[in-house]
């Protein structure tokens, strides 16, 4: 079974960089041909997909947030990571990491979630 987990601050200030990272167990992110995925839900709005890293390391983003955004990969400890600079409070939003089965189309497994919160 597969596990996500995430990590980072749950407060950041305008302006600054989010950096939040996902631990994963139970399977490597270098097995073909998954995708490692974050996705955001901000407060009464549904889910937002912001982008991925994929088993052989390649990345693509939302264009909303692609100016934005960079999701890299630490494969000896089995985690990736999101770096989120500019933030502002539109980015409030639970911060999940979860893992793409691309030839099913779906997410097949999530994080719990991490609360981020921007404010001063």
């Known amino acids: 079974q597969v596990q996500l987990q995430e990590s980072g601050p749950g407060l950041v200030k305008p302006s600054q960089t989010l950096s939040l990272t996902c631990a994963v167990s139970?399977?490597?992110?270098?097995?073909?041909?998954?995708?490692w995925s974050w996705i955001r839900k901000p407060p009464g709005k549904g889910l937002e997909w912001i982008g991925y890293?994929?088993?052989?390391?390649?990345?693509s983003y939302s264009s909303a947030l692609r100016s934005r955004t960079s999701i890299s990969r630490d494969a000896s400890e089995n985690r990736f990571t999101l770096q989120l600079n500019s933030m502002t409070a539109e980015d409030t939003a639970v911060y999940y990491c979860?893992?793409?089965?691309?030839?099913?189309?779906?997410?097949?497994?999530w994080g719990k979630g991490t609360q981020v919160t921007v404010s001063s």
């Open positions: 979860a893992r793409e089965n691309p030839t099913l189309q779906h997410v097949d497994f």
């Open positions: 139970g399977g490597s992110i270098t097995t073909n041909p998954y995708y």
């Open positions: 890293i994929n088993f052989s390391g390649s990345t």
